[in-house]
């Protein structure tokens, strides 16, 4: 029994140590971000005729701008718009248009993703500051 602890023991220490080198690698920056001109990326241009006002902004940075497009589903509080992807936090101005709540209504994030989980096809124009969205107006797509 004594020797059985002492593997018990023995693995869980060795992967207590895997996972926090694992962690500790997964912060360290990559050599593909390097500040030299040929690694530099570009965000790409807003789908659905939106613009941003960020510029250039390296893969992986939150983006700012507005953006209108198609909504989409990934997960609770998290969507895109075109190819644009956004957080949605608990202060964020979701007006409706009639499918995600009534017509000019305030909306709660709940309803967005309810609505956007059974249903494609919902527009919007989206304001996102810092990759989280400030405001949604959703509109119809006729």
């Not at 059985?4 to 360290?28: D, E, N, P």
């Not at 075109?82 to 309803?111: E, H, L, M, S, Y």
């Amino acid at each position: 029994m004594r020797a059985y602890r002492s593997r018990v023991r023995k693995f869980a220490a060795m992967g207590l140590l895997v996972t926090g080198a694992l962690f500790a690698t997964a912060c360290q920056p990559s050599d593909a971000d390097a500040s030299g001109p040929d690694s530099s990326s570009t965000a790409p241009s807003a789908p659905g005729g939106g613009s941003s006002d960020g510029g250039d902004a390296p893969a992986g940075k939150p983006v700012n701008g507005t953006f209108s497009g198609e909504l989409a589903y990934l997960a609770p509080g998290k969507h895109t718009v075109g190819n644009q992807g956004f957080f949605v936090a608990d202060d964020t101005k979701i007006t409706g248009a009639g499918r995600i709540c009534d017509a000019n209504t305030a909306c709660t994030p709940d309803q967005l993703d309810t609505v956007l989980k059974d249903e494609n096809g919902i527009m919007a124009t989206v304001v996102i500051k810092d990759g989280i969205a400030t405001s949604i107006d959703e509109y119809d797509a006729e």
